[in-house]
């Protein structure tokens, strides 16, 4: 009987690798960033004959290539050459000079870390390093509590590039004067993809991750057009994904855009960022805003001091931005009417709807 003959079987997947569709799977090639790869290249080139290097602030908005480029272009100098150690860290997960400078020591093969203090290590550090050269790359710099180690690094490692990586275009002008001013860097933004360029590289992805043929061209489309007009790549993977286990669920030999759409309405829910990544005072400042949904932004800073938050107010409303960045919350600036211009912040619940982008 052929009553089966179209359905997958229990032991068949749509998914050829489904890690391709995971955030940190780099693919061999990164489209629509040869331009940015190649001026980072530009910066790093000096260390290759022996003189020092160039430093770069890098920005853009979430899930737009930032991280994949540069660990690109690390990996490349890896393979290019021994004389450089490539170093990148993720200073969300990293945000202190104490676990920075951990970090580092065990990324250049030294385990030996325990129980030693911050300066310690940095002397290990130094006399590796300066045996050579190094490329660093410090992403998501805006988590950043200290910069002690950003300092020692412009002083003491003699040939170097620093790449330094954020969301926030104005988070280099706040930097430490003394800093600042030995950084010398240029300025590299990212910008969002074009509808073109989102459709090339989830197309790219499509062809990692699913076997060929599963995917019909209408649903294919769909995905391509909210992630778009989401500008945000993560989105259209975990459309993907989606769109590929419904599929899977309903025994489908394809993906179908009745699986794209539904996909998209399950989205509904669906923040970039996992909260559990949040750093501690952003979950604090996540949970004020929860519980006073649609507050004005000063008010909502009056009850964090209260609660005993120690950061400036300026620095409370970066937090909010990087929470409105991620789709944790949404901000609504009014302009005019008896207060004058305010800012109120509601807490995203279920974020916006993919479907109303
Ligand atoms: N040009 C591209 N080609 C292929 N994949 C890409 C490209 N740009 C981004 N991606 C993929 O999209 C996802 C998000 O990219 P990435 O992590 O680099 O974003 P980001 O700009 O660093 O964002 P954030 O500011 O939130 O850290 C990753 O899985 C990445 O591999
Ligand atoms: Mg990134």
Redesign the pocket.
């Known amino acids: 009987m052929s009553l089966f003959k179209d359905m997958l079987g229990a032991d068949e997947s749509l998914f050829k690798n489904d890690v391709a569709l995971?955030?940190?799977?780099?693919?061999k090639i990164?489209?629509?960033?040869e331009q940015q790869q190649r001026h980072a290249a530009t910066c790093i080139k000096p260390l290759l004959v022996g003189k020092n290097g160039r430093n770069l602030f890098i920005y853009?908005?979430?899930?737009?290539?930032?991280?994949?480029?540069i660990r690109h272009v690390l990996n490349e100098l890896e393979e290019e050459t021994d004389e450089i150690f490539p170093i990148y860290i993720n200073c969300w997960q990293k945000n202190t000079s104490f676990k920075i400078i951990t970090e580092i020591c065990e990324q250049l093969g030294y385990k030996l870390t325990h129980n030693k203090r911050t300066e310690e290590l940095f002397e290990i550090a130094k006399g590796i390093l300066n045996k050579k050269a190094a490329v660093f790359a410090f992403?998501?710099v805006d988590k950043l509590e200290d910069f002690d180690f950003l300092y020692t690094i412009l002083e003491e490692i003699y040939r170097k590039t620093i790449f330094l990586?954020t969301?926030y275009p104005d988070w280099f002008s706040d930097l430490d004067e003394r800093v600042k001013s030995r950084l010398m860097s240029e300025a590299l933004e990212?910008k969002p993809?074009t509808a073109a360029e989102t459709k090339n590289?989830l197309k790219?992805?499509e062809e990692y991750a699913f076997y060929p043929g599963v995917w019909g061209s209408d649903a294919f489309e769909l995905i391509a057009q909210k992630t778009a007009s989401v500008q945000d790549?993560?989105t259209g993977?975990h459309l993907m994904r989606e769109a590929g286990n419904l599929a899977e669920e309903k025994a489908s030999r394809k993906i179908t855009l009745e699986h794209a759409k539904s996909a998209l309405e399950k989205a509904d829910s669906f923040t970039?960022?996992e909260s559990s990544e949040l750093a501690e005072d952003e979950q604090a400042i996540l949970d004020i805003v929860k519980n006073n949904s649609d507050s004005k932004i000063g008010d909502l800073y009056s009850i964090y001091q209260k609660n005993g938050g120690k950061l400036v107010y300026k620095s409370f409303q970066r937090k909010i931005d990087k929470l409105e960045k991620n789709k944790f919350v949404n901000v609504k600036k009014t302009q005019g009417g008896k207060e004058g211009n305010t800012t109120i912040v509601k807490y995203a619940t279920k974020t916006k709807k993919l479907t109303e982008f």
């Open positions: 995971d955030y940190s799977f780099l693919p990164l489209p629509h960033r853009g908005a979430p899930g737009i290539g930032k991280t994949a480029a992403d998501e990586i969301n990212f993809y590289i790219q992805r790549i993560r993977l970039i960022k």
